[in-house]
């Protein structure tokens, strides 16, 4: 009998920009209101923004 090896799901690193607001429910414009405040930190990759797991987890923890 031969063994399937299934996909192993992962946690990202980080999320997108705008699903990461949808799924805290806040704006985006509030959103960017705090990273220019320095409460959110994010990742930029050439034009892309991403949350860090670890910085949403804070966020979700601690809030804002």
Aim: proline share 9%; net charge positive; aromatic share 10%.
């Amino acid at each position: 009998m031969t063994q399937h090896n299934k996909p192993q799901e992962f946690e990202p690193l980080a999320y997108p920009f705008r699903p990461w607001c949808r799924m805290v429910g806040i704006s985006p414009s509030n959103a960017y209101e705090k990273i220019r405040q320095g409460k959110i930190k994010v990742l930029k990759l050439g034009k892309r923004t991403l949350v860090p797991r670890a910085e949403s987890e804070r966020i979700l923890r601690e809030g804002f």
